[in-house]
C-alpha cells in the first residue's frame, strides 16, 4: 500500500493505492490563505499539518487494515512558497507563498547580482520564486533574516514533520532559484547572492528515490504496522505528470487548477527566459520539463463567483454551451502574471461591456480568458521549440465539459479528460512512493491513466478564438500604465 499527499494551496489531498495502482479511499481537508496587506499570499504550515492529520484520520478510518500495511509515502506539494526555520526548528514567520508578489524589486536586484542567474537557474527571477522571498525578508524582517538557519519548501517541511530529516528534490527544488538546474544540485553562486548557503539548505533526493523514514513514533501514533519509506516526491506540477504518465519527451499536460499551467516533459535542459518559460528538472532522474504559467486560472472563476455571490456550479450550470465568444473579454491577471509577461503588478479586467452584458456571457468571458492566456503559454513553449499537439487536462477546472471544450478550441488542440483527473498530484506521489519502496522502472508503473473522453477543437469555435486573441492581447498593453509599483 501507498499513500500519496498533495499538498495545495486550497486543500490538501490525500489517496490511498494498492499495488495494482487501484486507488481505495481519498480525503481532503481545505486551507485557507491570509493576505495581510495587497499582493501578499501567506499561510501558517501548522494549517498544513492540521489538514494532513485531518486527512490521515479519515484515511484511517475508511480502509484501516490497508492503511497499516503502508509501505511508502509520497509528497506533492504548491512550489516557491518560503517556509523559516530558526535554530531549533521553529517555524519563524507565516509562509510567504507562490502567488505573493511584493518582492519585485528584489527579483530586479538579484538578476543585477547575478547576471548569470537565467543561465543557471534557467529561469527568470519573478517575485514567485522562494530567493527574492528571502531577499524581501533580509531587507524588511532583518531580525527575522538573522534567526533564520534553514529554508524549507512547503512540502519539505511536511515531510520534515514526518520523519526529523529536511531533504528536498530536484523539481521543487528548481523553483527556488537555488538549484543548477542543468546539474542538479544547489548553487553556491546564487545562494550567496542571497545571503546563504549550503547549511540553509535541506539535502537534495531524487523524486522517485528514498528520502527517509518516518519517525517511530509518529508511525506508531498513525497506526503504521511499520514505519513508512517517504519518497523524495515532487513539484505540484511534476507530481501530476507523474500521475499522468507524463514522463517522456514531448509528453504534455494542461492543469486547471488554482494556477493554470502548460507543461511538456524534455529529455534536456531547455531554458527559455525570453518569454518566461520555466524549465525545471522532472521528478525522475535524467529528465527536465518546461512550463508556461498562469497564475490566475481556477482562482479567476472562484474570485468571479464570489463578487457573483454564486457557487461555482450555479455559475457554469446557468452559461448555454459555448458556441461564439462572449461579448466580453477578461484579463485574469489577478494576482500579476508569469508567462509570458513576467509582470508581477499587472492586474486583471473585464472589457467590452454593454448595458446588455449579463452573468452568463460574464462567466463565459472569465472562462475564455483564461483559456487565452494559456493559449499565451502554448504559444511560448512553441517558441522555445516545443510544441505539443496533444495534452491532458487535470485540475478541478477539467471537471468543467464546457470549460475544456473552449481551452481546446483556444488552444487548437486534442485534450484528454483522465479518470480521477483532481487528483492527480497525489497520485504522482503515491507512485513515486512505490518506485522509492520497490525500486521498480518507471516506464512500468509511471503508465498513463485511462481517458473518459477526448475533447477535440470545435472548428468553427477554434477559428472564431484565432479571430479574438489579437484583441485580447492587445488590452496588456492597455492595462500596463495602471499598474501600481511594487
Known amino acids: ?56 484520520a479519515a484515511l484511517r478510518a475508511a480502509k484501516p487494515a490497508e ?41 530586479r536586484a538579484l ?8 543561465g543557471i537557474a534557467g529561469n527568470l527571477a519573478m517575485p514567485g520564486f522562494t530567493a527574492p522571498k528571502l531577499l524581501w525578508v533580509r531587507r524588511h524582517e532583518p531580525d527575522l533574516f538573522a534567526r533564520t538557519r534553514r529554508v524549507l519548501l512547503p512540502k519539505a517541511w511536511v515531510a520534515q ?47 522517485s528515490a528514498p528520502a527517509a523514514r518516518m519517525r517511530a513514533a509518529l508511525a506508531a501514533e498513525w497506526g503504521f ?26 509528453d504534455a499536460f494542461v492543469s486547471l487548477g488554482t494556477s493554470g499551467v502548460v507543461f511538456a516533459t524534455t529529455d534536456a535542459f531547455r531554458p527559455w527566459p525570453r518569454d518566461a518559460v520555466h524549465a525545471f528538472c522532472h521528478a525522475l532522474p535524467a529528465t527536465w520539463h518546461q512550463m508556461g504559467v498562469t497564475l490566475s486560472a481556477a482562482a479567476s ?13 450555479a455559475l457554469l450550470a446557468e452559461m448555454p454551451p459555448p458556441r ?11 494576482s500579476g502574471e508569469r508567462t509570458p509577461h513576467n509582470n508581477a503588478v499587472i492586474r486583471g479586467a473585464f472589457a467590452n461591456l454593454s448595458a446588455e452584458a449579463e452573468r452568463p456571457a460574464l462567466t463565459q468571458a472569465v472562462l475564455e480568458g483564461v483559456a487565452f492566456s494559456l493559449r499565451d503559454c502554448l504559444d511560448a513553449l512553441a517558441a522555445s521549440g516545443t510544441a505539443p499537439r496533444q495534452a491532458t487536462v487535470i485540475g478541478g477546472g477539467s471537471r468543467s465539459r464546457a470549460w475544456v471544450a473552449i481551452l481546446a478550441a483556444a488552444l487548437g488542440i486534442p485534450l484528454h479528460r483522465p479518470a480521477a483527473g483532481e487528483f492527480g498530484g497525489a497520485f504522482g506521489a503515491a507512485r513515486l512512493a512505490r518506485l522509492a519502496v520497490t525500486g521498480e522502472a518507471a516506464e512500468s508503473v509511471c503508465t498513463p491513466p485511462r481517458r473518459t473522453e477526448t475533447v477535440e477543437p470545435d472548428p468553427d469555435l477554434a477559428a472564431a478564438y484565432a479571430a479574438r486573441l489579437p484583441h485580447w492581447r492587445a488590452l496588456y498593453g492597455a492595462l500596463s500604465p495602471l499598474e501600481t509599483t511594487a
Not at 176 to 189: A, F, K
Not at 324 to 334: N, Q
Open 161 to 207: 514533520r514526518m520523519t526529523g530529516d529536511a531533504v528536498e528534490e530536484m523539481s521543487d527544488a528548481s523553483g527556488t532559484l537555488w538549484l543548477d538546474v542543468g546539474r542538479r544540485d544547489w548553487s553556491d553562486r546564487l545562494l550567496d547572492a542571497t545571503g546563504l548557503t549550503r547549511a540553509a539548505m535541506p539535502w537534495l533526493a531524487e523524486g
Open 225 to 250: 504496522a511499520a514505519p513508512p519509506l517517504l519518497a523524495g516526491g515532487a513539484g505540484d506540477n511534476a507530481a501530476g505528470a507523474v500521475g499522468l504518465g507524463a514522463i517522456h519527451a514531448g
Open 67 to 107: 492503511w497499516a500495511a503502508v509501505r511508502g509515502i509520497g509528497l506533492s506539494g504548491q512550489m516557491h512558497g518560503a517556509v523559516l526555520l530558526d535554530a531549533t526548528g521553529a517555524v519563524l514567520r507565516p509562509c510567504i507563498l507562490w502567488n505573493d508578489t511584493r518582492s519585485t524589486a528584489e527579483c
Open 301 to 313: 472563476l472562484a474570485w468571479w463567483a464570489g463578487v457573483a455571490g454564486q457557487a461555482e456550479a
Open 111 to 118: 538578476e543585477a547580482a547575478v547576471p548569470e542567474l537565467q
Open 324 to 334: 461564439a465568444p462572449s461579448p466580453a473579454l477578461f484579463l485574469p491577471y489577478l
Open 1 to 56: 500500500m501507498f499513500l500519496g499527499f498533495d499538498l495545495g494551496t486550497s486543500s490538501v489531498k490525500a489517496i490511498l493505492v494498492d499495488g495494482d495502482q487501484r486507488v481505495l479511499a481519498e480525503a481532503s481537508a481545505p486551507l485557507d490563505l491570509l493576505r495581510p496587506q495587497p499582493g501578499w499570499s501567506e499561510q501558517d504550515p501548522e494549517a498544513w499539518w492540521r489538514a494532513v492529520l485531518a486527512c490521515t
